[in-house]
């Protein structure tokens, strides 16, 4: 009879410490609509993010507010002695695009596609989701006179880690209007 071992330790990186670093700034101020067909060689250069809204394979929506909860973990059942086994994490990100009347085919569309993932940008940083993700927008009216009738957009995923940050190429989220 064969036995067979695991070795459950992953190779950590060290982690960095720098009293020194600015920090990031928070808000979700940004996103973009990547299908999921498109590959980044290098997702802090600006000429692949140009090439790929020109030929509609990111869709930016350039000013946004909104915030991104981290990613809630998802545990399975604990073997031997462990309580319990990490499996994953769903991720949520909010966010209000203020562009209303002309966007309600567009949101109505995306409601329904599973073909994209997700970038959004903090103040410096965006941050890749490799995964499809599910769009989930409304458009609430408030009972206030000083209130806007904003879009409100719930999108969802599904993976184990974090999306990593990258630097934010110079250029590209910005107000894209490719068929005016």
Known sequence: ????????????????????????LAKVRSVAFIKKSFSFIDPTDANEWLNGIASKDIIVIGDTNGNYDGGAPVEGAGFGDSISTF?????????????????????????????????????????????????LPKNPVADDDNAYV???????????????PYDTPEGVFECFNLNP
Do not use: G
Request: charged content about 25%; some cysteine; glycine content about 0%.
């Open 87 to 135: 499996t994953t994490k769903d991720h949520l990100l909010l966010f209000r695009d203020p562009n209303y009347k002309e966007n309600c085919d567009f949101y109505n569309a995306i409601q329904s596609s599973r073909n994209y993932k997700l970038a959004f940008r903090t103040s410096s940083q965006t941050h890749l989701v490799e995964v499809p993700v599910t769009v």
């Open 150 to 164: 904003v879009w409100e957009v719930e999108v969802k995923w599904r993976a184990k880690n974090a999306p990593c």
């Open 1 to 24: 009879m064969s036995v067979y071992y695991t070795n459950c330790d992953a190779l950590i990186p060290d982690h960095f410490c720098s009293s020194c670093d600015e920090l990031e």
